[in-house]
């Protein structure tokens, strides 16, 4: 094995996991405290050393200017995070996380691991993954595989529970991110119906209310407005963390913070009592808000909540009661017991990484399926819109998956067009997320809508994406991965043609049936399975729309054919 052994790391905002296969099992590796957990902090102490985890966080207390927690809630931004007297970027502190778990994992191993799957949140948008990969890489890893946490947390129930089958709902609620994936277990594979979540809510924001409502309180005794007080508010947190882990034991907890301020030379204190009544009240409108993410999974997946056999609680904050009692009157299902919230992400990310390296062999293991969680898709004109989102790869397909969309020349005479890529759920596609742009060039003069140009997205499976485009009728391709800097240019005119018009064609009636039993075929449960199968149907689909769109009646009966012919073949 040696040099092949690949680990699992479970990189979150709050903590840091890593674990490998041992025996056909995933085992959790202790780091140099001896600890398996490791808060996700880096920070410079007094002596100019970098240090992390147990020490960094430790440190925060004292001196949080030198130290940097929750790194991961600034992937894929361009904020600056201040460590000492240095600003760096989330990816730069990232990777020295990483760094630290490729060592202590190496000494603890014995062996120099540099192989590593990662997990991020199902929500992660192509941006955030792009960083966590280049972390891995500039940490000394290489990143064999990105892989979603709630699918990680299903795989680490999954393989103690080969013979199941069922569906699983995966609640992740850790630190700063709250997941929700329904899984389809049958026979060794687990299958991902559907993800979605909130990538603003978690553990964090639990505390947040906590320290509002202690300033309040201290403002109202006092007088004074402790959050314009850094150091003060550092204190405040720590202990609103502190108070919000001790109601999930207790009914009540004492918070005293001598010498937190002081009015005209005298030290003030801050003392308060928080009931768990007290606390929940407060926090009541965050749990409900992880109800919206569970039904768009629930729709999205076609399964109703009364058929979900399973529910896994996942992330640190799921340990609080109220957290529990909700999901369990909104489902009406008590969650299982069968996963350790703390662990089960990087003994998932393990089973992926054993799945990889070979040692989880394919017979006596686990297969694994996963969907893109949000809606791809290029901006185009579309009647009097020139910001509509034209779909590419709607949400929660299965990957790895490639489609293609036809768009026309919008213009006389034009020679090139910018492909804008986006996320996102709106048909605005100023509402969604920019990911990336470029131009193809090189097309040929011709009048309006004359031209063809072929934009192919192409998702693997790290949920990343490729983009490129092509022309036809010139054979020019452009040099196309996605340009994550944006840059601003001219706006070229951009074409379109969206073939859910093709109702409006004269040759729709005499079409419809062929068309509507394609679409039924296409949402079934079976073709989802059959990727090439899907693939060539949903390319047939496509073009007779477009055959229906140009009126094109040859063209169309031949397509209906094809079409026919496909459908037969799997009746
Ligand atoms: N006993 C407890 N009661 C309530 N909350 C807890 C408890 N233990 C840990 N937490 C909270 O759980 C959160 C950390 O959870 P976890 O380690 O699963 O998150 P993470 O994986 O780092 O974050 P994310 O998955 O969002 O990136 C913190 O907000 C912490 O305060
Ligand atoms: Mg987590």
Redesign the pocket.
């Known amino acids: 094995m040696g040099a092949d052994t690949i680990i699992g790391i479970?990189l979150?905002?709050?903590?840091?996991e890593a674990a490998v296969i041992r025996d056909g099992k995933p085992v959790m590796i202790v780091n140099l405290d001896g600890q398996v957990?490791t808060p996700?902090a880096a920070g410079v102490d007094k002596s100019g050393q970098l240090v992390f985890g147990e020490k960094a966080k430790a440190q925060y207390l004292l001196a949080p200017e030198d130290t940097v927690i929750e790194a991961?809630r600034k992937i894929g931004t361009k904020e600056k995070l201040r460590m000492g007297n240095k600003d760096y970027t989330p990816v730069e502190i990232s990777s020295m996380l990483l760094k630290y778990v490729k060592d202590y994992v190496s000494e603890s191993l014995g062996e120099n691991i540099s192989r590593a799957v990662i997990s991020v949140?199902a929500y992660f948008d192509d941006l955030q993954r792009q960083e966590t990969v280049e972390a891995g890489k500039r940490a000394g890893f290489e990143v064999e595989r990105i892989i979603n946490?709630p699918t990680a947390a299903a795989l680490s129930y999954g393989i103690g529970h080969m013979e199941e089958e069922s569906h699983i709902l995966v609640y992740?609620l850790?630190?700063?991110?709250f997941d929700v994936t329904l899984l389809e277990m049958f026979g060794g594979v687990v299958e991902v119906k559907a993800s979605s979540g909130d990538n603003r809510l978690?553990?964090?924001d639990?505390?947040e209310c906590l320290i509002q409502w202690l300033v309040s309180q201290f403002r109202k005794k006092h007088g004074k407005d402790l959050s314009k007080d850094a150091a003060a508010m550092v204190k405040l947190k720590e202990q609103a963390?502190w108070c919000?882990?001790e109601l999930?034991?207790r009914e009540s907890c004492q918070i005293v913070i001598p010498f937190i301020a002081e009015k005209s030379g005298t030290p003030l204190a801050l003392e308060e009592t928080v009931t768990l009544e007290l606390f929940e009240e407060m926090t009541r409108d965050l749990v409900e808000r992880t109800h919206a993410p569970i039904d768009v999974v629930l729709a999205d997946s076609g399964v109703l909540a009364k058929d979900i056999d399973r529910i896994l609680l996942?992330?640190?904050?799921t340990?609080?009661p109220m957290v529990r009692r909700d999901i369990e009157a909104y489902l009406q299902k008590e969650p299982s017991k069968a996963v350790n919230?703390?662990y089960a992400?990087a003994e998932g990310a393990a089973i992926q990484a054993g799945i990889i390296e070979g040692t989880l062999s394919r017979e006596e293991g686990i297969i694994m399926t996963d969907v893109n969680p949000y809606t791809l898709g290029i901006r185009v004109l579309c009647e009097d819109r020139s910001h509509y989102m034209s779909i590419v790869i709607p949400r929660n397909v299965t990957i790895p998956v490639v489609r293609k969309g036809i768009y026309y020349t919008s213009a006389d005479n034009q020679t090139s067009a910018k492909i804008e890529v986006y996320q996102g759920e709106h048909d605005d596609v100023r509402l969604n997320h920019f990911l990336g742009e470029f131009v193809i060039s090189g097309i040929p003069m011709r009048p309006e809508g004359e031209e063809r140009i072929e934009v192919e997205f192409s998702y693997n499976l790290n949920g990343m994406l490729e983009v490129s485009a092509r022309i036809p009728s010139s054979g020019e391709e452009a040099s196309v991965e996605i340009n994550m800097m944006a840059y601003e240019e001219e706006f070229f005119t951009e074409a379109a043609t969206d073939v859910s018009k093709w109702k409006e064609s004269s040759l729709a009636k005499e079409f419809r049936t062929v068309v509507r039993r394609a679409e039924r075929r296409l949402k079934s449960e079976t073709v989802q399975n059959m990727p090439f199968y899907r693939e060539d149907l949903e390319s047939c689909l496509y073009d007779l729309k477009l055959a229906l769109i140009e009126e094109d009646e040859d063209r169309a009966a031949e397509l209906e054919e094809d079409i026919l012919d496909l459908l037969e073949e799997r009746e």
């Open positions: 479970d979150g905002t709050s903590t840091t957990i996700s991961k949140p946490e992740d850790g630190g700063g991110t978690g553990g964090k639990f505390d963390e919000k882990k999930s034991s996942v992330g640190g904050s340990r609080m919230p703390d992400v």
